[in-house]
């Protein structure tokens, strides 16, 4: 991402008046001056991304350093401030004019810093009009000020969520002048709790400070409610990564630091999110990330016992099942709309081709749905009901690895649906046999990190929108959705095009992954 760090690379002989104009989009204010004299020898400019500061001062002045400015070249006196870091901006009654915003201090941790200048002359109506300038380039079509009902889960991850939401992640949201209602959640189960009983005129986000688990939950809790589709729709479910599973930030934030996805967040696009109902026994759960059954449900599940290897822990436990060639029979049925990878290919990249809305526009175009419209009904039956006639249900006996996915990072380095499309009505599902040979099997892992593993003739790779799968010969086993466990029982997934909503920095709406 561009942040404050790429500040140093800037010229530092280029006349900042200079900077090419910005065309004026619709909403902003017109005759607004660009720059802003602030002093003898200083100016604010609005440049094309960024914000730049000329003070001849900069060069020499060890004062400024408190305004988190970038030293790195002392004989520099322009600095620039992207837009997409500046957090909020302001003006006092007797001329000072103060800019918040995001500084990067390492390419994973950003923190609030400040410049403030004074107006030459102070001109109430000139600092006004040129803030509103300002925070329209910073803000574009995100909304500002969001309110947020922030969720912290103390239990997350190691343990350190509080620690984290003081340290990192409430002083970009102070910053950024967003309102916070902040709870800890003290039980399991107390996500969904508090979103089904959330005020939603109170607020426009839920953010969880937690890992994928309250997520899954605050969904569910939005879910249950009477007014379940309107709930889904106007209340934004976002992560600021606090836990051991950040896979909702990271394909929305592009990051799973907690402070630079705080950023991501504040700077958030409404972005329309497929949610699906997964059905077993008589219970239908809402799932917005994955569903897994075989090698990657059980390595998830089954090696909690081996937590201290950290993430090599995911590797050493697919490993050990790939060598010993574990299989896991299923018999399974797909309504697939992308049944081979070309089609897969074709439809990633018609989306991803897709124009951005024009500036200022939103992204999200949804209908709002009626105040009293429910969880949408089941188009498929759930796994209860027969097999719906032009579904065929497909013994697979050496089935190794069965996974869904609705986005595309599962883990930090494991894109492993590159493919995937948040609102294209489908989930991503992939097959791959457990009785592959061993080098070869071993290279599909790889292939995981390396973004190779897509092209793999033994992955097999669709798009579908409905599937059953029963596993069979086997007593007992482990069945992953979002990464908690479920009964190890049949199941049916149908999915709910754009029924939920989070917030994105893609003004397509795509995930924060290497497509294919
Ligand atoms: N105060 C609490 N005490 C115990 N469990 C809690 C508490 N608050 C939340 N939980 C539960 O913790 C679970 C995991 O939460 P979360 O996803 O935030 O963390 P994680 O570290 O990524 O998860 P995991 O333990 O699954 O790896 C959720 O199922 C949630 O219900």
């Given at each position: 991402m561009t942040m404050a760090a790429t500040a140093g690379r800037d010229d530092p002989f280029r006349d900042p008046s200079l900077v090419p104009k910005h065309t004026a989009q619709p909403g902003e204010v017109a005759g607004v001056p660009d720059t802003l004299a602030v002093g003898r020898d200083a100016s604010l400019t609005l440049g094309t991304d960024s914000l730049v500061v000329l003070d001849e001062e900069l060069q020499d002045s060890k004062s400024a350093r408190c305004c988190g400015l970038s030293f790195s070249n002392a004989s520099k006196s322009t600095r620039s401030i992207p837009f997409y870091n500046v957090l909020w901006a302001e003006h006092s009654e007797n001329g000072d004019i103060t800019i918040q915003y995001a500084h990067a201090v390492s390419p994973k941790v950003v923190r609030p810093a400040i410049v403030s200048y004074k107006l030459d002359k102070p001109d109430s109506a000139l600092a006004e009009a040129w803030i509103e300038k300002l925070l329209d380039r910073a803000y574009g079509a995100s909304q500002r000020q969001k309110r947020i009902k922030v969720l912290v889960n103390p239990f997350g991850g190691q343990g350190g969520a509080v620690k984290m939401y003081h340290k990192s992640i409430a002083p970009i949201l102070a910053a950024a002048r967003c309102t916070l209602d902040v709870e800890k959640t003290t039980h399991q189960g107390h996500g969904v709790e508090i979103a089904q009983a959330l005020d939603m005129d109170a607020y426009d986000v839920v953010a969880c400070c937690s890992g994928d688990g309250i997520p899954h939950e605050v969904w569910n809790g939005l879910g249950k409610r009477p007014d379940a589709a309107l709930a889904l729709h106007k209340i934004a479910v976002a992560q600021l990564p606090c836990g051991s599973g950040n896979a909702l930030s990271l394909n929305f934030n592009g990051s799973d630091s907690p402070s630079v996805a705080a950023l991501a967040v504040v700077k958030g696009l409404r972005t329309p999110l497929d949610l699906a109902s997964v059905t077993q026994g008589d219970r239908r759960t809402l799932s917005f990330l994955s569903q897994s059954v075989g090698i990657v449900a059980e390595t998830d599940l089954a090696?909690?016992?081996?937590?201290?290897?950290?993430?090599a822990r995911f590797t050493f436990g697919v490993l050990t099942r790939l060598l010993s060639q574990t299989v896991y029979p299923a018999d399974i049925a797909v309504k697939a709309v992308c049944a081979n990878k070309a089609a897969v290919r074709d439809a990633y990249r018609t989306a991803a081709a897709q124009p951005p809305p024009p500036p200022g526009h939103p992204l999200d175009t949804r209908p709002v749905p009626a105040a009293s419209a429910p969880l949408p009904a089941l188009q498929h039956g759930d796994i209860n009901a027969p097999l719906p006639p032009d579904w065929d249900l497909i013994p697979h006996d050496k089935l190794g690895n069965f996974y869904a996915g609705n986005i595309s990072y599962m883990s930090p380095d494991a894109n492993f649906f590159p493919a995937a499309l948040p609102s294209d009505g489908c989930i991503d599902l992939v097959r791959i046999n457990g009785d592959v040979p061993r080098l070869r099997a071993v290279s599909i892992l790889l292939g995981v990190e390396s973004g190779k593993f897509f092209d793999m003739e033994d992955v097999d790779y669709q798009k579908v929108v409905a599937y059953r799968i029963l596993p069979r010969e086997q007593k007992d086993g482990y069945i992953s959705v979002d990464g908690e466990r479920v009964p190890f029982e049949g199941f049916q997934v149908e999915v709910h095009r754009g029924l939920g909503t989070t917030l994105g920095k893609n003004e397509r709406g795509l995930c924060e992954a290497k497509g294919v």
């Open positions: 090696t909690e016992h081996l937590r201290w290897m950290g993430s």
